[in-house]
C-alpha cells in the first residue's frame, strides 16, 4: 500500500515538473532549459533585426531608385510638351504627373484660345483707309457754307 502512494506521488510531481513522466529531471536541468530557450529566442531576435534591417535598406534603394525614374519620366513629359510651362507638370508619383501634365494641356489650350480670340478682335486692315466723304450732317450751316467754299 504504501508503494503504491510513493510511485502516486512519484507520478504527481514529475507530471507538474518534468516533461516526461517517467523521468525525473534534476532543478539544475530545467533551468539550464530555459538557458537554451534564451539563447534561442535571442538568436531567432537578432535573425529578425537583421531581416528587417536589410528589408530596411532595400526599401530605401527601391524609394531612390522609384524617385528617380519619376524625375526622368517628368523630363520626358516635359521634352515631349514644349509649348507647356515645365513649372506646371508636377508631382510625386506618375499618375500625379499625369494628371498634372492633362491639367495643364487644357490650361494651355484655354490661353491659346482667349489669346486668338483677343487678336482677331483687335485686327486691323492693312493699307489705307477707303476715302469717303465728310459727314456734313451734324455740321452747322455756317460751317456747311465754308466747307462747300473750300471745294471750288
Known sequence: MWIKRLIKKIFKNNQRNAPSPLIPLPQGARKMGERGKEVE????????????????KRLEKLEADLGKAIGGYRQALISQNPDILPELIGGSSIEDLD????????????????????????????????????????LSSHEKIVYGLEKR
Open 41 to 56: 529566442k535571442r538568436t531567432e531576435l537578432e535573425r529578425i533585426t537583421q531581416n528587417q534591417e536589410t528589408i530596411t
Open 99 to 138: 494628371r498634372s501634365l492633362v491639367t495643364a494641356q487644357d490650361l494651355t489650350e484655354k490661353i491659346k484660345k482667349k489669346l486668338e480670340a483677343k487678336t482677331a478682335a483687335e485686327k486691323v486692315p492693312g493699307g489705307a483707309p477707303a476715302r469717303s466723304p465728310p459727314d456734313t450732317a451734324n
